[in-house]
């Protein structure tokens, strides 16, 4: 099984797609390759249209304009059911009234697939789920765990060389989420198929995807592996999206002389990022941070306060969460200073010098600094 279906894979090429209903647009502009044999993730928002292009994938809505390829061949015009791919839903979509072993070889039934043959493969997708014990069982009589394992395990005994997901684990409870997230990378990655995977659960995507594409507002915010995406995120919405909690956003005007300098040399106003990891309590740090509480989560805490009267949080290690309504001074490394333009959201490309100042632990900096507690 394992050999047929790493051949399988195949690429998907989703190009200048746009999806209007009346007034609404859902989708513009999008373009993605999902790399055969990968895993991809549409990762965003509520309403920000990942469903719409997974169903434009699976033939399910046709685009207003742009094409889908499959292996290299154009799918736009083909139905659902001709494009050899397999489809994973939130709600399992299981017939009530069929077995587990019915539900998982219904497909293989009704393309006459031979007896012998639907048996052979029914018994080695059911090792692989674990759903042996359970073929007699009708749906009902099933966790629901067990039933999200049926709808892989249809989706799976298809052999397909491309399998879509809209939010297959968000029924599931916390802890089975994450077994099950595990689970089913591993089952994609031995089998060798394309996945195309949507969830609005960033941590899911991260953990589980080759390659996130974020999307806002029906387009594409940036598409890149998940290291990638957190390290360089191209916009502030990226940067704010993925993370938890998510990047500090500070306006300039927060930063003092510093901020002021750092906005001339770039020639637009400015945002900084800074991720609450990436500050670390240092009383030469250059940032001052009015502490408003905390809270403690074992391992680490969160400090929250102010930061130039922008709100701020910082992760610190649980021993040593400060008490509120003291002052704090943060050090951050120069590296982990993001610069966005304040207008567009876009990534500054070129480095400003007039920011790594932040990064400085020299004093002589330190009178260029207004008091920030004031602000
Ligand atoms: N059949 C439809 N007719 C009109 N508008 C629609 C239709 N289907 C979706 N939309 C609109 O298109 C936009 C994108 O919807 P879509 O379901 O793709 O978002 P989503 O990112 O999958 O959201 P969620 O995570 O909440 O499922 C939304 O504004 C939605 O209201």
Redesign the pocket.
Known sequence: MKSDASRQGREIRIEGIE?C??E?T??SGVDITVPAGSFTALL????????????IVAGL?APSSGRVRIGGEDMTQRPADKRNLSMVFQSYALFPHLSVADNITFGLRTRRVAKAARQARLERVAALLGLGPYLERKPSELSGGQQQRVALGRAVISERPVCLM??PLSNLDAKLRHAMRTELRALQRSLGFTMLY?T?DQVEAITMADQVVL?NE?RVEQAAPPHALYETPATSFAARFIGTPPMNILPATALGEIGARAEAEAGCALHFGIRPEALRPDPMGMLKMHVTGGEYHGADALVMGRIGGTEALVRVPGKTLPSGGAPMSLAVAPQDIHLFNAATGQRLDRPISAAQALASNDMAQATTVPDLNQI
């Open positions: 999806k209903w009346g609404t859902a989708l965003g928002p509520s309403g920000c249209g990942k469903s719409t292009l997974l169903r809505e809209d939010e949507v609005h999307i029906g």
